[in-house]
């Protein structure tokens, strides 16, 4: 939480989403008390930053970096990014209605009538850690955010999640 100011410095010319962490206006953030690099570890807030402001709650980005470090999700110390099933702690402590799902295709069938989505799946190779990345449905097309990287939406579709890698999904509106 002490690189909060340092992190606001950073933010003069924000993008008006975060398509991908690896952005020069994002990338240098630090998250976690081992202030590790938003490029590295930032997808959970970045998913989180773009839900809040496709639901017309923005927030800005360094305060919800500062709030997820006050409600303990950095995993390990942010070693490893956000703890995949701490996201509602968040949407909580904001009044943000959302529904949090484990089953893969319990979370497509719900996917197509979302507003938004939060996704958080391993990567190909588990040894890779995770990766968290927002979904909008914008008139029954999904694009979706920081899923590569990308400097805008791309188009999504839930046939892409795969039970074997899926490890939770958040739904809004």
């Not at 998250?31 to 017309?56: D, I, P």
């Not at 509602?88 to 484990?102: H, I, L, N």
Request: net charge positive; proline share 4%; with cysteine.
């Amino acid at each position: 939480m002490d690189h909060y100011f340092s992190n606001i410095e950073l933010l003069k010319n924000l993008p008006t989403y975060v398509f991908r962490q690896s952005d020069p206006k994002v990338a240098n953030l630090k998250y976690g008390r081992l202030g590790r690099r938003f490029e590295q570890v930032g997808c959970g807030m970045a998913a989180t930053y773009n839900v809040m402001k496709k639901l017309g709650r923005e927030q800005p980005l360094p305060n919800i970096i500062r709030d997820a470090e006050r409600l303990h999700m950095p995993w390990l110390f942010g070693l490893f990014g956000t703890k995949p099933k701490s996201l509602g702690r968040y949407f909580k402590s904001k009044s943000v209605p959302f529904a949090q799902a484990t089953d893969c295709q319990s979370f497509k069938d719900r996917l197509s009538s979302a507003r938004a989505a939060i996704i958080c799946t391993w990567n190909d190779k588990r040894l890779d850690g995770i990766h968290f990345y927002a979904v909008f449905n914008e008139g029954g097309r999904l694009r979706a955010l920081n899923y590569y990287d990308e400097d805008e939406a791309t188009l999504f579709s839930a046939d892409e999640l795969r039970s074997d890698r899926f490890i939770v999904g958040y739904l809004f509106g």
